[in-house]
């Protein structure tokens, strides 16, 4: 049996070596090529000839894919806007012909409104020379780069609708249904600027499969007709009284405008996503002689019901597997639904750990488990992630940590930081949601 320090350990390794693996840059130059006087986008092929190309980025992993872009490209691009964090544009050298903004999250600032005005003035040059646009969009966008569709509303309208959507337990789907409803950015609306340029749209995806069009609010997809709407996710979350009222009031009058008349002119290809990343996972974890199991119906739940799927789970697997001389390891990933409900420092992953930790069936079993963001960063704390296993509870409690009060203060991080138990990676610049590894003896 393996000790609860290699269980631990393998974790972390697992962790480390999936986020090696879904780079950015190395997924761009896999995807597209350059052939002569043609660029090759897996399946299709555009004619570049002498006509100019520009590139637009945004999101946390916008500096690796427009890095990548410099690579294929060189001085065949014409020039570009990119958006994202400081500490992602800090990790790679692009070429002067980009201009960067290092735009707000989880708000939009000063920058994210910069952006948006410097592609409004790109892309309306683009369109008027009739030339090719390649969007690299990635998750992270949605406030890296933004612009209201009312002059009503001000910036600090728009961050204090950001911060309660973020925090309200809304499913991603749903906050960007109210998001797009006050943005000149989002739903399609960068795209419908350049109906005369061929374009495409290359994308890190941190949304469920088959949702693409939330990523980055869909800067140039549109949503489905069946996508939730915004008044209604207003409504059923109660956010009606905590959101602006320049905001309510937009949402009131433009959710059914929300760019249905604006054409869907250039096609869209997810280069890496969550599947990607449990795949690999389950890969490094049969590499170290464990049997791995990816449960993909356990991702976008509520918290609670999130972390009791993943216990029961588990329980199931240990006992599929009694006898076999071999720990398993179940992996699921997505993005558990966690309101805040104090003032405290955390997310998701955090909160997951900090719950799981607690519980009798994990104190009881031989059982190592991480919990972390793929971007290096989980809700306002600095860090991706934490791990626990079965002893973390009475450590907790030898030190006099109360579990329920950190929970109550939505303070997971302090908690963990305080066991020395925080998964610390910094940007990553990647951003394929969350990871979720659970290492246990089987019974």
Avoid at 165 to 193: D, P, T
Avoid at 288 to 309: H, K, M, N, T, Y
Wanted: proline share 5%; hydrophobic share 40%.
């Amino acid at each position: 049996m393996p000790e609860l320090l290699q269980l631990r350990t393998a974790t972390r390794e697992i962790f480390d070596e999936t986020l090696r693996a879904i780079d950015p840059h190395t997924a761009v130059l896999t995807s597209v090529r350059r052939n002569g006087s043609r660029i090759n986008v897996r399946e299709i092929s555009i004619d570049i000839g002498n006509r100019h190309i520009y590139s637009i980025a945004i999101g946390k992993a916008a500096p690796k894919m427009a890095a990548a872009i410099d690579d294929l490209l060189g001085e065949s691009l014409t020039s570009g806007v990119i958006t994202s964090s400081a500490g992602t544009l800090s990790q790679v050298e692009l070429s002067p012909r980009w201009q960067q903004f290092y735009g707000g999250h989880p708000q939009p600032n000063d920058q994210s409104l910069g952006a948006a005005e410097a592609v409004f003035d790109l892309l309306d040059r683009a369109n008027e020379e009739g030339a090719l646009i390649i969007f690299l969009i990635s998750g992270g966008g949605s406030a890296m780069i933004e612009w209201p569709s009312s002059d009503d509303i001000s910036l600090a309208d728009l961050r204090t609708a950001n911060k309660v959507l973020v925090n309200c337990g809304a499913s991603i789907a749903e906050i960007n249904s109210v998001r797009r409803a006050f943005s000149a950015v989002k739903g399609g609306r960068l795209a419908a600027r350049v109906p005369n340029s061929d374009q495409v749209t290359l994308i890190v995806s941190d949304v469920p499969k088959g949702q693409e069009w939330s990523v980055a609010s869909g800067p140039t997809i549109l949503p489905p007709k069946d996508a939730p709407d915004a008044r209604a996710v207003i409504d059923k979350h109660e956010l009606r009284d905590q959101l602006p009222k320049s905001i309510v009031r937009v949402v009131e009058s433009e959710a059914d405008a929300a760019a249905e008349n604006s054409p869907q002119v250039g096609p869209y290809f997810v280069l890496l996503d969550n599947e990607a990343v449990l795949a690999v996972a389950a890969e490094a974890a049969k590499q170290r002689g464990f049997i791995p199991e990816i449960v993909a119906d356990i991702s976008d739940q509520p918290i609670e019901d999130g972390c009791d799927l993943l216990l029961s789970r588990l329980a199931q697997l240990r006992a599929k597997h009694r006898g076999s001389g071999k720990s398993i390891c179940l992996i699921s990933g997505g993005e558990f639904a966690c309101p805040v409900r104090g003032e405290g420092i955390g997310g998701r992953n955090l909160e997951t750990a900090l719950r799981l930790a607690c519980t009798t069936n994990l104190s009881s079993s031989h059982t190592a488990a991480l919990f972390a963001g793929t971007d290096g960063i989980d809700g306002n704390s600095p860090a991706a992630g934490a791990i626990v296993d079965s002893t973390t509870s009475d450590r907790a409690r030898k030190i006099g940590l109360d579990a329920d009060d950190f929970l109550r203060r939505s303070d997971s991080y302090s908690f963990f930081i305080a066991l020395g138990d925080v998964v610390a990676t910094g940007a990553t610049g990647t951003n394929a949601r969350d990871i979720r590894l659970l290492i246990s003896e089987a019974d």
